[in-house]
């Protein structure tokens, strides 16, 4: 089954520096990556994703690239801001939704 | 854009009582949904896939007489804590899609105190 990494486990950085998070998966069926932001006490919400046939996708100061070949994609957040303090979790999903694996979360505190 | 509601948000009950938890995709069919459970500070345990008009698949380790799953239309699947007990108690939590090119969205979870 599938198998994913997620690193670091907490990460602190001062606002406005970039803060980067990565994640490794083990099975070459997964084609779709998305990635959650989690606040305390309520729903993962998604803040973008990135699917198998795209290397980079950007969304104003939030960007994901994806390395098929070595089976890693990263989350890049440019100008933390203290409000980017959440816990952020990667998935790999595969198959139309058959097998969807969580990575094991990542907490971001952006110091002001 | 998607939403997936989910009720209550938050439950107390007293050990050996029955809980359920409704999630609804409001503006979309849902014919799989999924439930996890979620420990503090932990990641997002998949507990079980429901589907619409057939029985639920569960994961390994997760009693399915314990935790009933009833996906009766398409746009509403419901767990049922049976007979809980304190450590029963977590953040459970539903998400669902439109389709296989649409986002996974989750519902806002539920807080589950078993006492």
């Known amino acids: 089954g599938e198998n994913v990494e997620q690193h670091p486990s907490t990460l602190s950085v001062q606002e406005g520096d970039s803060a980067v998070i990565k994640c490794t998966y083990s099975d070459s069926a997964s084609n779709y990556f998305p990635w959650y932001k989690q606040e305390l006490g309520k729903r993962p919400q998604l803040i973008i994703d990135i699917r198998s046939n795209v290397g980079e996708k950007k969304d104003q100061r939030i960007a994901v690239t994806l390395n098929k070949t070595a089976k890693h994609f990263s989350l890049h957040i440019t100008e933390t801001q203290p409000e980017d303090s959440a816990v952020y979790f990667c998935?790999?999903?595969?198959?139309?939704?058959?097998?969807?694996?969580f990575g094991t979360g990542t907490k971001l505190q952006v110091i002001p | 854009g998607a939403v997936v509601s989910q009720h209550p948000s938050w439950v107390i009950c007293k050990s050996g009582t029955s809980v359920k938890i409704e999630c609804r995709s409001l503006d979309f069919q849902a014919t799989t949904m999924f439930w996890y459970r979620q420990f503090p500070k932990q990641s997002l345990m998949l507990m079980a896939t429901?589907?619409?008009?057939?029985?639920?698949?569960?994961e390994q380790g997760v009693e399915k007489d314990k935790f009933l799953i009833n996906h009766a239309s398409l746009t509403l699947s419901t767990l049922t804590v049976t007979s809980a007990h304190p450590e029963d108690s977590s953040f459970y939590i539903c998400?669902?899609?439109?389709?296989?090119?649409?986002?996974?969205?989750f519902g806002n979870g539920t807080r589950l105190t078993v006492t």
């Open positions: 998935a790999a999903i595969s198959g139309g939704y058959q097998k969807v694996t």
């Open positions: 998400s669902a899609y439109a389709n296989y090119n649409s986002p996974l969205h």
């Open positions: 429901s589907n619409e008009g057939s029985k639920a698949t569960y």
